[in-house]
């Protein structure tokens, strides 16, 4: 039995089944004897906010209570809360930031919307609100239920249950998975049946009557998680019918959301609204924006009494696919939708948002802490190889990989050239290193027969992203993913860089054998890699790809360099490098991103730009470690070697134990005090309250003079109050009084062109 059909009822049910029995005749006071047997809510679950939930982690969990109105229950954790009337139809009344102390939502719309063969059917939902600008507890007693809507028929609560499997294989934060929370489920079903449809040619008159999607049961389901603003949904659809039922359509989420900006004119720039959505369905972006294609703030129809002149202000959060999926359903067969994550902001100041989306990335993502050390080799020439992971392993880094040009092909299904893998995975293992290797997908041509169709010519080209694609879909589609199952099976090999990954792309064909047409297209290839990637999470298997897979188990992108920035003179990419990396950690944790170092000449630049002879370069390579590893992201060191002589040797080995001694701080997240511009000393500070090391300060002088000065030094986010003792790095300890800002100042030397640090306890 799947996991998402198993849930518990709360601890509090003396001998009561794990779920809420019902049948299809359940009638309304079963629904309320259901929320009656719930505990109900008290001061202790949802109290006034008075520790900072970033700095102080929260002591209450997740859990589902009634509330004083006995048609009524509430998902809450403390911080935020989600409440649902029941009756006459089960819908959202409420979504409430305990923090701001700020109510959210301003109408009832269902809880999701579905299209079934060709018919669409709201899910739950309650009509008669006379006014969108808010809702009033009392119009909630006299709204009704769509008669054609599905309607509620049971409540089943319980835990959080992982999507999939976490192989947690290597370091990581100690994070849970899945995440400790509260999940609550509400199923829905037709009670009337539908009008019959005209009649049509195709369609004799006697089959359409649609009495059989009674059958159908949609579930919506909800998590909640503890210790974080954040709520999760999806949608589940279950043809109990005898006969095949096509689901063309869905929306899995419609929230009416109290206006972030209220605009009487046009405006091509809305504020951002207090709740950050996106899903686990994303691809084609560096970035969590970028990547979106599931979670837009529309305009909403039925608030006519908006200021917006044209009644375009984006209030209304839907979830739903660009596309379909548009699949047919066969009799038993279920569908399960992507989730929807909710992150509810309690501020608008940016460095606090990022925070909370890190924190959360934490939470519902914890592979993404994972963060090994790790080198590109250019050949994989067995002999190369090994001379690789011999270096690795006398200066401590944790990972090879077989790097594009390298001459390693994934796809290649020679068992002989498997074995010789499986050699070097072995060795590699032998020394304490994992070893990886590159495989590109969709950036490149492979044939007419298998690469994505434009609809508008019937043929490849001028439509996929990067112009030409192969579709997962097609029969080379599915033979390469089974290779790569295949390849990880045989070797044994540990990682994975996956460029090119999937970026949406639609295909028009109608013979590729892993979709039907256009419009299931995308959800199929979609589905096809995330499979993927969740199979390599649950082996173990680390993945670097360069797009916003992270909620299906990837666990690095690129930090938003540019690769030809790699052939400017070495003093300015190590300026670029430390803005790269102020830029992407914004919404990343540090081990969200990787860095990139070319040690030999790469897109031109000549000596310049070059890093070999790396003694020869060594106060260049040495900043680059430094950028690196002291903001905790790791870098692609790209090159047949990390050291050229013992002098080199020992440097390398300085970063990486610094990294590896201060670990878990240099893990946790960055404040961006001072960006880099070349022209003053710039800051980066990892925070983290819960570690004896509560901050460590990386602070850089790129100019060609020494600099001294007194810092400003933000602690608030560190927990500390009073005081705080500050170590530099010859040892000497100096205590500070913050101020009532949670400021302290500090003074820095710091030579030309050098760094330094500071580490902050308590």
Known sequence: MNVFHIFIILSILPQTPSILQADASLQQNDLIKSIQQLPPLSGQAVVAVEADWLVHPRTIPASVYRTNHDNELVLTNGLISRTFRILPNAATVALDNHITGQSLVRGVKPEAIVELDGQTFEIGGLKGQPNYAFVLPEWLDTMSSNPAAFQIERISTGTTKPPFSWNKKRYSAESPWPPAGASLRLDFRLKTSPPPAAPTDKQPEAEQEKAYLKEVVVSIHYEMYDGVPVLCKWIEVQNGSGRPVKLNAFKSEMLALVESESSVEMSPFWSPSYIHAESDYTFGGGSATSANKTCLFLPDPEYKTQVNYQYQTPCLLVAALPKGPDITLTPGENFVSFRTYELLYDSSERERRGLSLRRMYRTIAPWVTENPILMHVRSSDPKAVRYAIDQCAEVGFEMVILTFGSGFNMENTDPKYLAELKELADYAHSKGIELGGYSLLASRRVSDQDDVVNPATGKPGGFAVF??????????????????????????????????????????????????????????????????????????????????????????????????????????????????????????????????????????????????????????????????????????????????TEKTKAVVKKWVDFYKLHRPILDSDIIHIRRADGQDIDCMMHVNSQLKEKALVMVYNPTNKAVKKPLKVPLYYTGLTDTAQVCSPDGKNTRYKLDREYNITIPVEILAENRTWFIITE
């Open 467 to 644: 112009g030409n694609s192969p579709c997962l879909g097609s029969a080379w589609g599915q033979e390469y993913f089974r290779k790569l199952y295949a390849f990880f099976e045989k070797t044994g090999f540990d990682m994975l860089e996956h460029d090119g990954s999937y970026p949406g792309d639609f295909c028009a064909s109608t013979v590729h054998p892993g979709h039907a047409g256009y419009a299931d297209s995308q959800y199929a290839q979609h589905k096809i890699i995330t499979d993927f990637y969740r199979w390599c999470r649950g082996k173990g298997i680390y993945l670097n790809v360069p797009d916003y897979y992270y909620l299906s188990g990837s666990t690095k992108c690129a930090m938003g360099y540019r690769e030809t920035n790699w052939s400017l003179p070495k003093a300015q990419q190590i300026i670029h490098g430390r803005q790269n990396i102020y830029d992407g950690t914004w919404e990343k944790t540090p081990s969200m991103g990787w860095m990139f170092l070319p040690l030999t000449e790469y897109h031109g630049g000549g000596s310049a730009a070059t890093y070999e002879p790396l003694e020869a370069n060594l106060d260049a390579y040495e900043a680059q470690l430094a950028n690196n590893f002291g903001a905790g992201v790791q870098a692609c060191y790209r090159g047949p070697r990390l050291y050229d």
